[in-house]
């Protein structure tokens, strides 16, 4: 019945591949422990394996010594327990390619218990903790720290950020299972390292307070080549850690990215989300049948000549499948999909009603 009230739009929206962002030349990222990479673009650094830890490198050396960098990347941590973390992760900079010792738990897959704190490590990380470590002088369980050779930060802040208009704080929540963005810029000139937190909403350009702000010559640290890599562990509770890449580079710059489609990262896995998966499936579906119904005739208008009848959108779509669910959008649900007759991939946002947006042609 309230399906009937509320017509449903379909709205074409850019389908904003992130992968396709990244411009380093040393995308291809090696896989270690318990990382996979996911359909989405997304690599997944834990499974639902316990006291695990997964690691994620690139494959290619890079010289940062006596440079200046950025790096840029999308992250989220599905916790089993609502709100409550494993151990986290973290971006590092190594001089290896995988840290082969590691071990899981609150060593996050990046030391263990032998070389924690060793200055022959060489190594420079910035961790996304949710687990307060005692051991470690850790400020809390929702930190963002940098780390040099080991797992007591130098530098760490609770997670959050500075809002651009009034400079006031905002918290986040690391176990949220929102994605977020995470920005590391040195300047070497400066010698400044500074780490900002940020949440992912549409076209968000840099935010200009960081988080974290360091004011040391990293390159003292570094050997002349260096990996960059992500790693992340479980304990006795679970959380599976996604990171995305999106930008590296050599040069201290921010980067403006339009992250116009918002990620939904799957819930943890278990057997009451996969129910709820399957009822919201059928129930979207038939959302769907009811706006196509509902808007026909516009859909003519404006698709029936170049494209055909709107199932064509049904179908590219795969009805809507919630595999095929990319993320949120401005107005609603996004869906990735492929048109027949272009091979065009698109994203489709589903709407509720009240939206004048209308459909707009697509990129491939
Ligand atoms: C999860 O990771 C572990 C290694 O930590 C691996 O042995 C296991 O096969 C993985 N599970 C799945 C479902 O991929
Ligand atoms: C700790 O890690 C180092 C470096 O990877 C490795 O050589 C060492 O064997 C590891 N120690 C233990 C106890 O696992
Ligand atoms: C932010 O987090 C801190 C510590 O976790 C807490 O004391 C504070 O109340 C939170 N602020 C808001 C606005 O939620
Ligand atoms: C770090 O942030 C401060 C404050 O926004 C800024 O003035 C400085 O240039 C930044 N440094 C780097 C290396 O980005
Ligand atoms: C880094 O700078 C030091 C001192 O200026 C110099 O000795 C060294 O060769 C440089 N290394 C690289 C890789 O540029």
């Given amino acids: 019945m309230s399906l009937e009230r509320k017509v449903l739009q379909i709205i074409v929206v850019l389908f904003f591949t992130l992968s396709s962002l990244s411009c380093n030349s040393n995308g291809k990222l090696i896989l270690a422990g318990s990382a996979a990479f996911e359909s989405s673009g997304f690599s997944m650094l834990t499974n639902t394996t316990k006291h695990s830890y997964g690691q994620a490198f690139s494959h290619e050396a890079v010289v940062i010594k006596n ?32 840290l082969p010792g ?3 738990n609150q060593y996050l897959g990046l030391f263990n218990e032998t070389n924690n704190g060793k200055s022959s490590n060489n190594l420079i990380a910035i961790e996304l903790d949710i687990h307060k470590d005692q051991e470690f002088g850790d400020i809390d369980d929702n930190h963002v720290g940098i780390n040099i050779n080991g797992l007591r930060s130098v530098l760490s ?20 299972g929102k994605v977020m963005r995470l920005t590391i810029v040195y300047s070497q000139p400066d010698k400044q390292l500074n780490v900002t937190l940020s949440p992912v909403g549409s076209s968000v350009p840099p935010l200009q307070q960081p988080l974290l702000s360091l004011n040391r010559d990293l390159s003292p640290y570094f050997l002349d080549e260096m990996y ?12 599976i850690h996604y990171m995305l890449n999106l930008f590296t580079s050599l040069e201290a710059e921010h980067t403006a990215l339009d992250i116009s489609v918002i990620p939904i990262l799957p819930p943890y896995p278990d057997k009451v989300s996969v129910r709820t998966r ?17 808007s026909w005739i516009e859909v003519l208008e404006e698709w029936g000549i170049q494209y055909g009848p709107r199932t064509e ?20 649900q ?22 004048s947006q209308g459909f707009e042609r697509v990129s491939s």
């Fill in 228 to 239: 960059y890599g992500f790693t992340a562990s479980t304990g006795s509770t679970g959380a």
């Fill in 278 to 294: 399957t009822v919201l499936a059928v129930f979207l579906t038939l959302a769907v049948i009811a706006a196509f119904i509902a």
């Fill in 313 to 332: 959108i049904f179908n590219a779509t795969k009805g809507f499948m919630e595999k095929q669910l990319l993320g949120r959008g401005g107005f609603g």
């Fill in 67 to 98: 440079s200046s960098f950025c790096f840029d990347f999308l992250f989220g941590i599905v916790p089993e327990l609502n709100q409550q973390g494993s151990h986290g992760m973290a971006f590092v900079i190594s001089p290896t390619r995988g």
């Fill in 157 to 176: 802040a609770p997670a959050g950020y500075y809002d651009d208009e009034d400079g006031s704080f905002k918290n986040l929540s690391l176990v949220s």
């Fill in 102 to 104: 590691a071990s899981s």
């Fill in 334 to 355: 996004v869906y990735k999909g492929m048109l027949p007759v272009s091979d065009a991939e698109i994203a489709v946002e589903l709407t509720s009603n009240g939206s």
